[in-house]
């Protein structure tokens, strides 16, 4: 069972930056893609960040060029955030998901991801 737990979410001011840290246990054996989701209140859950362990990397539009998704060699994954502005505040959540059959990163709609973490806050104030 893969357990995930995000940190590094905080309070900053527009234009600012924040790293969040996304550290991965429970997984010996299986490959794993990562990715990085946020959520507000009553809005769905937004995939904003992919990465296959081949290193292959994906954006979604609204966060393409300011925001990048790797991972370190302990496999944990980090999501550096840049240029923030407050539409970018939300619950942010790392997730993964099996590498299997045609299951890749690409895919960023929740379903495609098993493991989540409990989430972490982000407040971007203008």
């Known amino acids: 069972e893969v357990q995930l737990v995000e940190s590094g979410g905080d309070s900053v001011q527009a234009g600012g930056s924040l790293r969040l840290s996304c550290a991965v246990s429970g997984n010996s054996i299986a490959k794993i893609f990562m990715g990085w989701f946020r959520q507000t209140p009553g809005q769905a859950r937004e995939g904003i960040a992919g990465?296959?362990?081949?290193?292959?990397t994906y954006y979604a539009d609204s966060v393409k060029g300011r925001f990048t998704i790797s991972l370190d060699g302990a496999k944990n994954t980090h999501l550096q955030m840049n240029n923030l502005q407050p539409d970018d505040t939300a619950v942010y959540y790392c997730a993964a998901g099996l590498w299997i059959l045609q299951r890749r990163a690409s895919d960023l709609s929740p379903s495609n991801f098993r493991y989540w973490g409990q989430g972490t806050q982000v407040t971007v104030s203008s």
């Open positions: 990465i296959d362990p081949d290193g292959s």
